[in-house]
């Protein structure tokens, strides 16, 4: 073999009862490369991060180390290797310092003691090393999430790690994060450590990997130098069929203001937002993640209260108090975190479809079973969710399957005027995102105002009619598309720093 | 809609008489039998009229049952309940002996359980931060506190006119009055929690609290609403338990919030949230008083029994966690 090769996994099969997870996939990491892994939700993605992080033991195939067969029958097997992985959440302990994080289980002790000055030394280095900008005596807890991922990259690199596996790691990044995440890849690489990633984010790929391997339904589709492969080429790998366009924008006549703030604040989250919605519009509500996007629609919807300001729907104003008020005049939330807002996960989904119309389906507050049942059915059918019953629990769905329950449970609401999308893609794969735009784009020519609050500037130009942006509390600007660009929102994104809420 | 595939979802579901029978209730029924089986066999005197002249006491107890079940599904718990259960038989016990008659010794008794319930209520819904079990601790000490004042010195309080309770001591045939309580109030709160959108929302907000606030649900009024409840329902208990020993004193509803609590869980419902069915706590409180009785009639130690009654809940507690090592796991898309 010419290639220099630090891992290869052949021919391996892992079976769940009941499915296949990995059927039969292989993968080559060359020494010292950032390699992509990508696909969609559920194409086994995380379960063959497992495999190589000794997690779960494949029922089939073979793992090769630097050209020697290898079996892991637990994580620290794998660890002993050098092989150490950084999900997107880091698990770390966050009542304890960085310096213990980085060496938990492998503390410096010298005749008993633990040598906290030397180990706090080397904590320094670490970090000076990936330019962090704390302190190895911070609390974890008290850092960000990219400072969280930065403290397990500390880590891994701590134990001599050769191969470091990265699970999204941007996924819970700001644009600012994510570059500095890049910096500290490219670093890495330069080192000559191996990488692998896995993300959705199309950006990530190109800006780092030097190539791609494609899984797809637990299968093994190809890997492919990054110079050499588009966009969609690549979609079409993951997807298994062509997406011919990602954001299918239907051409809808904007109808009457129908939804208006005006100055509406809450001490500390935002302040004198103002903003208007037509009928059959898209409204694309952006900004930098804390600058009180959803703290605003939150208190449009009820779930907190504004202090001050009008809430105007179809020109009454509105005294919103508790979700209900909004939910009885039409205004529907569809939250951004879907397991713990949106959906009850250990429920069918069918319950979750219809729990905010129990009442009015039910025969004076007696639950209408049969009649729950055709609703729920028909929505979830409308949305075209790839479930096997209503009675599935939601947890089983993909998150992109789960965002339709949510969109299924908004649309059995009859009384919708205006839709609230808050993230509405968020950890969701490339061909569910395109069904959610187009649903999108079907609620907007029935005449529904739309709300599309999203940090990620592709689908917010390429769905918006107009687009507002926040940051710092205050919304900075709104464009029409048509003068819209990334370089313009991010302007207004990060514009009078000086300037806070009050 | 837009890529419509034409899929269809199923929208019904196959359940037999085997889901039934191997379901928990049914579980539970099968032990209940045993446990007769097992009373009939120890003891020459478990019989029916025997265990009807033993069961006043028990079934106040009972009341408290269907309360708890609403409290627990919620993801909260009340430990203060045998305070409450203290405290509203004193109060009765007091009104009767100033010589007032039945009506208001039954408001008095109803009305401190019920102001006692809303004192958990709003302190749980104001301070949503606070765990519920700490909450109820505190006001387990607080309302046997006031008791214990009221009480006085001696400690204890014995009814001078016995007439004032009289009517609740009444019997239809051999049965008492309060079987015929708890037998209504079983079926109201099982339909209640099975069959209404009401008994859907304390599910809901057991299961995800979240969800179900962003769902519109008025979490904090039917928490409310459900601490009240049971408050209401220990004063039942109190008045109830006052006409069968006609007093009361400091220890008095000692250790009821646990055995209620114990019913419960014993039942199916967990303290989680969101878990079990007011059917199992039901069936689950029959098993508990038919063996205490048994055991009582024996002469078995009352710390013994306790002991017995402590294996049996954690073994129950064990079996569902059991069972599901032992399935296969479910299938997951990631």
């Known amino acids: 073999m010419a290639e220099d090769l630090i891992l290869e996994l052949k021919g391996i099969t892992k079976i769940f009862p009941g499915v296949k997870a990995l059927d039969n996939v292989q993968f080559q990491l060359r020494r010292g490369e950032v390699h992509a892994l990508m696909g969609e939700n559920g194409a086994g993605k995380s379960t063959f991060i497992k495999t190589i992080t000794g997690v779960h033991q494949p029922e089939e195939g073979h793992i090769y180390f630097n050209g020697q067969e290898v079996s892991f029958k637990g994580t620290k097997d794998a660890q002993e290797l050098g092989i150490a992985a950084v999900y997107q959440h880091p698990t770390s302990y966050p009542e304890l310092t960085v310096t213990e994080n980085i060496f938990i289980g492998h503390e410096i002790i010298k005749s008993g003691m633990i040598q906290w000055k030397e180990m706090n030394a080397e904590a320094q280095k670490l970090l000076d090393r990936l330019h962090a900008n704390f302190k190895v005596t911070d609390e974890v807890g008290a850092l960000t999430i990219a400072q969280q991922q930065m403290v397990e990259i500390a880590k891994a690199l701590s134990t001599n790690a050769q191969i470091i596996l990265l699970d999204e790691p941007t996924a819970a990044l700001t644009a600012n994060e994510s570059q500095e995440l890049y910096r500290i890849v490219d670093e890495l690489h330069e080192a000559g450590v191996s990488v692998i990633f896995i993300s959705h984010r199309m950006e990530d790929m190109y800006r780092l990997a030097q190539r791609v391997t494609v899984f797809r339904d637990s299968q093994y589709i190809g890997t492919y130098d990054v110079d050499g492969i588009t966009e969609p080429e690549l979609i079409k790998y993951m997807v298994g069929r062509e997406i011919t366009d990602m954001y299918p924008k239907p051409d809808v006549k904007i109808g009457e203001p129908i939804f208006e703030l005006k100055g509406l604040s809450r001490t500390g989250y935002f302040k004198d937002v103002s903003l208007t919605v037509h009928a059959g519009e898209i409204v694309g509500l952006t900004g930098l993640v804390g600058a009180g996007r959803t703290e605003t629609m939150e208190a449009v919807c009820g779930i907190t209260k504004a202090d001050a300001g009008k809430i105007i729907l179809e020109g009454k104003e509105l005294n919103v108090r508790k979700p209900k008020d909004a939910m009885k005049a039409g205004i529907i939330l569809l939250p951004e975190d879907r397991q713990k807002q949106g959906l009850i996960m250990n429920w069918g989904l069918g319950v979750n479809v219809i729990l905010p119309i129990q009442d009015e389906l039910s025969n004076n507050g007696f639950i209408n079973d049969k009649k729950e049942r055709e609703i729920s059915k028909q929505y979830l059918e409308d949305v075209d969710t790839k479930a096997v019953s209503i009675f599935d629990p939601a947890s089983s769905l993909s998150g992109g399957n789960q965002q339709k329950v949510v969109v299924a449970k908004a649309l059995a609401q009859k009384n919708m005027k205006l839709v609230i999308m808050d993230e509405p893609t968020k950890g969701v794969d490339v061909g569910a995102k395109a069904e959610i735009y187009a649903i999108m784009g079907e609620l907007a020519q029935q005449g529904y105002g739309i709300i599309l609050v999203s940090s990620e500037m592709a689908e917010v130009l390429g769905m918006s009619d107009r687009i507002y942006v926040m940051c710092k509390g205050r919304v900075t600007g709104c464009l029409d598309v048509a003068d819209a660009s990334q370089e313009k929102i991010l302007e207004l994104a990060m514009e009078q720093s000086d300037k806070e809420v009050q | ?334």
């Open chain 2, 1 to 334: 809609m837009a890529g419509k595939s034409g899929r269809t979802i199923a929208a019904t579901r196959e359940s037999g008489l085997k889901d039934k029978l191997f379901s928990w209730e049914g579980a539970l029924i099968l032990v209940l039998i045993a446990v007769n089986i097992l009373g009939a066999t120890l003891s020459p005197n478990y019989n029916v009229t025997n265990i009807l002249r033993e069961s006043p006491r028990y079934l106040a107890e009972i009341f408290m049952l269907f309360g708890m079940a609403f409290i627990l599904v919620l993801g909260d718990i009340d430990i203060s309940v045998g305070s409450i259960v203290c405290l509203t038989a004193t109060v009765g016990c007091l009104v009767s002996n100033a010589g007032h008659g039945v009506g208001l010794v039954i408001l008095a008794c109803l009305g401190v359980g019920l102001i006692c319930g809303m004192v958990n209520g709003f302190v749980a819904t104001r301070f949503t931060e606070l765990p519920t079990m700490i909450i109820t601790l505190g006001t387990q000490i607080v309302f046997r506190g006031i008791a214990e004042v009221a009480l006085g010195s001696g400690g204890s309080a014995s009814m001078t006119n016995l007439q004032s309770v009289a009517p609740l001591r009444a019997k239809l045939g051999p049965l008492p009055l309060s079987f015929f309580i708890v037998l209504v109030a079983a079926v109201i709160f099982i339909i209640v929690l099975n069959k209404t959108t009401f008994g859907r929302k304390l599910y809901a907000i057991g299961s995800n609290k979240t969800t179900a606030y962003y769902t519109g649900i008025e979490v904090q009024q039917i928490r409310f609403f459900s601490f009240s409840l049971i408050g209401f329902l220990a004063g039942l208990c109190g008045l109830f338990l006052l006409a069968s020993t006609y007093g009361a004193n400091t220890t008095t509803g000692n250790g009821f919030e646990m055995e209620v609590i114990a019913m419960c869980v014993f039942g199916g419902i967990a303290t989680t949230g969101g878990k079990g069915n007011i059917i199992g706590g039901f069936i689950a409180a029959f098993i508990i008083v038919c063996l205490r009785i048994a055991f009582g009639q024996i002469n078995m130690n009352t710390q013994l029994i306790l002991v017995i009654i402590g294996v049996m809940l954690i073994v129950s507690v064990l079996i569902p966690s059991i069972s599901t090592a032992f399935k296969k796991p479910k299938k997951k898309t990631s």
